[in-house]
């Protein structure tokens, strides 16, 4: 495995039950990352975290909050989600934001529904 | 604007046969390609990454060639096995402040007996 875990693996929620996603990366990185993957459309960038600062933010709707309290855990709080916001969520971590060869190791990712 | 487009967006070969992927970026200032694998039901994982520089690195059955001057690169499968039916990603990262990445849309691959 990659060292970057996620709970839960498949998750359907209602649109106004709140839920949080969570990773775990036991490889010592300083930046961990959410991105959204849709069907047929390339990974989107959701957020990053460099030594627990978030450090980008890219347009994501507020019902999406991420929190990162320490270097190794990332989570993704739900709310009001929208049936369009189903995909697979994706965390990663790597070494630091900035590095030019800095590989991302990613989970295995969240199946999330919305019904 | 920066752009990863990769072709085909799916294909089927059989189990033994080469293959090759491609990848066209615009991405500018470049700095470096990587190729990523992506099983069903799992994250992407790192097969590969070319900088400026080089033009062909392998890793086991796959060989990635990088052509700065035509912003192109390929991935070539020799052999396939069942095992590489995968979507495969090509990300490009760019050489200014943010470093940011751009990702491709992949290729699905499926291999069949």
């Known amino acids: 495995e990659t060292g970057v875990t996620q709970t839960p693996r498949h998750l359907v929620m209602g649109m106004t039950n709140k839920k949080s996603l969570k990773c775990e990366q036991h490889?010592?990185?300083?930046?961990m990352y959410w991105y959204k993957q849709s069907a047929k459309k390339p990974l989107e960038l959701m957020f990053v975290?460099?030594?627990?600062?978030?450090?980008e933010n890219n347009s994501v709707p507020s019902r999406f909050s991420p929190e990162c309290p320490n270097s190794s855990h990332l989570f993704l709080h739900l709310h009001t989600l929208q049936p369009e916001d189903s995909a697979l969520y994706l965390c990663?971590?790597?070494?630091?934001?900035?590095?030019?060869?800095?590989?991302?190791?990613f989970g295995p990712g969240t199946r999330l529904t919305v019904l | 604007k920066n752009q990863v487009e990769q072709s085909p967006q799916s294909l089927i070969i059989l189990e033994g046969k080469n293959c090759t992927l491609q990848?066209?970026?615009?991405?500018?200032?470049?700095?470096?390609l990587r190729w990523y694998k992506q099983d069903t039901g799992r994250g992407p994982v790192s097969l590969t990454i070319?900088?400026?520089?080089?033009n062909t690195k392998s890793n086991g059955r796959y060989t990635a060639t990088l052509d700065a001057d035509t912003k192109q690169s390929s991935l070539h499968i020799t052999a396939s096995q069942l095992s590489d039916s995968a979507s495969y990603i090509c990300?490009?990262?760019?050489?200014?402040?943010?470093?940011?990445?751009?990702f491709g849309g992949g290729t699905r691959l499926m291999v069949k007996p």
């Open positions: 990663a971590s790597s070494q630091e934001v900035g590095l030019r060869t800095d590989t991302q190791y």
């Open positions: 490889l010592g990185h300083n930046a």
């Open positions: 975290y460099n030594f627990k600062e978030q450090t």
């Open positions: 990848c066209n970026y615009t991405v500018s200032p470049f700095s470096n």
């Open positions: 070319m900088t400026f520089s080089e």
């Open positions: 990300v490009v990262r760019n050489n200014n402040a943010g470093n940011m990445l751009t």
